[in-house]
């Protein structure tokens, strides 16, 4: 009802009131907006920043949808990381996995249930996915406990942090029940013995496909989330990380690949691609005028909620002008980019019949990529050609033709 609205403290007012004659909120404090817009940001379903205008992502709209709900936060809970930028607290701080993998391989390892105590007590203090064995052992040890013994031991953990962990742990493991697989119990995370091949199938897909992404910020957590299809696999890293000019992380995520994805490319000659690329950009954002006349800058890594721009302009006619790097990428893969991009900008940030368009960037230009900006309207999506040439006994960056 509010999107494409201004997120201020007046339409946060109006948001709880809307809350409130829905029966969605009794009693709540104004502060229950804030916290909601947290909830949704982390499942990837918005894009809310204060002053700017309410955005749903792909994601969102698909919740949206009838019997939407479901499914989407399904596919939400086994994509969720940690570490992730909206969750970049003291308390996350050195943890590298993703949540539900491990909730999911403790409660198959553990007779298929994690009681709530379980969870609080033993789950919740993973950081690494190799300490996941101890956890299984401690839970195994813990049921051999008499009940008076656990008793006691929990009447101590009473007076430490254990009871601020417990009355949170409702938050997170409702999170988790989130998988269609699970049982809908409140005291527990449980599988049915019907569903425990399924789960496990599901599992042993996830975890050997997945690998937890750097995001730059929130901004680009909030776009990979966004986008249903999207699965964080090593592919998946490798190009995030070429797309926001993260050499050292695209190298490392390069090195991982299997030699038969790897090509004949070596790691060194890849890492010396990616430096040219980003020495490109860098060199670019301060010399917008060598691309077209009269480009005045506005961002470079601009954040859409489809993902960062490269670098974003205005053109002396007032075009917003899309900038984008090839960076060695296939020529399908940055067309179809910057063309969601231009869309994005067209419909959430020019004012009504300002012109968007694009322009590609590349050290090369292939035959692939001429065809397919010939299959848009003349100047939506122009071609440049830069090189690195050597003048007067230094290097420099030097415009070869724009097309």
Known sequence: SFEGQDWTPALQAKFLNALRKARLSVGQTTALPRMLKRVYENLGLCWVAAGEPIRLTP?????????????????????????????SVSATRGISLFPHHVVVQVLLACNGYITAEEFVLFVARIKRPGEIPATIARIAEWRKLPETTRTVILNRLAKTKYGTIKDDSGYTMAFHRCDLLLERRTDRLSVTAANSEALRKLFETHSGLSTPIEFKGEPDTIAFYGEPGRQPTQIEALEYY????????????????????????TPEEFEREQLLEKDLEEYLEKRLDEIEPGLKWKGRQFPTTVGPIDLFAQAKNGDLVVIELKKGRAADKVFGQICRYMGCIKSEYAKVGAAVRGIIVGREIDVKLRYAAKAVPDGLVNLATFELKNAKGSEGWVKVSVE
């Open 242 to 265: 070429v797309d926001v000019s993260d050499v050292k992380n695209a190298v490392a995520a390069f090195r991982k690949l299997p030699k038969e994805v790897r090509g004949d490319i």
């Open 59 to 87: 994601a969102g709209q698909a919740y949206l949808r009838e019997n939407g709900r479901s499914r989407v936060l399904n596919a939400q809970a086994w994509r969720y990381q940690l570490p992730n930028p909206l969750n």
